[in-house]
DNA sequence: CCCACCATAGGTCGGCCGACCCATTTAGGA
DNA sequence: TCCTAAATGGGTCGGCCGACCTATGGTGGG
């Protein structure tokens, strides 16, 4: 899970970009601040693992909150005027990547996921690359309590197979077995019937959605 | 339910708002285009309540399209460059709200409201509401053929609530009312099942996870 | 060498679910 | 204005689901 901070004048990019971060499962924005006083406050008083900035804000801009950070969070700078001499500048400042806002939003998280790492995307090149080789482990006690064959039982669910006999005939296995198996997971996952459990697989990381 | 059309070029910023504003149950992001003339086709093609449109975009830009579309669609301007004459400029070219992306994004789910009744917003508001989320391109045509009272369902199955009685409460309707919309849900989705329809739901972007 | 755990499979049974009917009221689009 | 569609509520019924219990073979750790 990553945390991340928002730094960014115009409350309605912020807000929403929130939003849309928080819908990606392995990233949660924290908070948000809207000049880059109010930024500096917040990394001081919170753990914030990746820092989103827009180099244009009043009072303290994002170049000066980049510096006076330097790497501690590793930090994404986006703007709306992709200069060179901004992009220069950000990374001059210790920025970690420098994306323009017309960046599509998966991107973003990809990014994000990279430079958590300690990568650096100094150009459009590297990152497409990076950004694919992005997935997950990190499972919590109750998902790693969850046997093999439980999740592939929430693996084949999360697909869309969701019926005994489908389970069944996916996982080679009698009808029987399937319901044993379900027992099982219902029983970790403190929850009693499937649509739950699959809620749950896919909150816990357990399971991945297709898009 | 309002269908909405959010235009602009930034990617990040129309993404996430899209994001933020469709999963309430009365607003719908039924497109998003990042420049005037996409916009204008998708005008012409789509039934649109209200449009939210960026000033600065390349090829057809914002003051293009409210003139030539004029109040057919209720319009809200948002810009980063809030100035008088701007702000003059998109109410003379028909718009009903000037929002610079200052704004929080509870007064832009205000206004939305506001001007789909016909009101025209010449000062500044004072206003509630929260938003979810959404995705990006176009909003599919199954996914938009969904009713609010649909997506409000599915969202309180997203969140764990799966069992009928769960359901009614949380809406204030009686179970037969949840398993005549859960019917409705299965149609539209092909499915047959509460775990198969929160799967769909959340890979078509009708709903999202909490995490 | 055991014991714990997993994967497999079978049985029973109450209850909720999903399919298919229907009706009424209200609101918004043509 | 008319008519479609949405939202609400009701009924029936077959069947699958989930809870609980038992059993066996395999595998791995102590």
């Known amino acids: 899970m990553i945390r991340i901070l928002i730094a960014d004048d115009h409350q309605l990019f912020a807000e929403s970009l929130a939003l849309g971060i ?10 948000t601040a809207s000049d880059g006083r109010e930024a500096l406050n917040i990394l001081k008083e919170q753990l914030i693992d990746v820092l989103i900035v827009d180099l244009e804000m009043p009072e303290v ?35 970690a990547a420098f994306l323009p806002k017309s960046t599509p939003l998966g991107d973003l998280a990809a990014a994000i996921r990279a430079v958590n790492l300690g ?18 482990p990190v499972l919590d006690e109750i998902a790693s309590s969850l046997t093999a064959r ?16 489908e389970l069944a005939e996916a996982l080679f296995i009698s009808d029987k077995t399937v319901k044993n198996h379900l027992a099982s997971i219902y029983h970790k996952l403190s929850v009693s019937d499937r649509a739950s459990a699959v ?4 909150n816990r990381g357990i399971v991945h959605t297709s898009s």
């Open 150 to 165: 439980e999740r592939e039982l929430l693996t084949k669910m999360a697909e869309g197979l969701t019926s005994t006999p």
């Open 119 to 136: 990568m650096t995307l100094r150009n459009n090149l590297t990152m497409s690359e990076i950004l694919d080789s992005h997935r997950q």
């Open 199 to 202: 809620v749950e697989a896919i």
């Open 22 to 31: 928080s819908a990606i499962p392995d990233l949660v924005v924290v908070a």
């Open 61 to 95: 801009d994002g170049l000066t909150v980049l510096r006076s950070q330097r790497s501690s969070p590793p930090s994404i700078v986006v703007t709306m005027h992709a200069s060179d001499e901004q992009r220069n500048a950000a990374f001059a400042a210790g920025a």
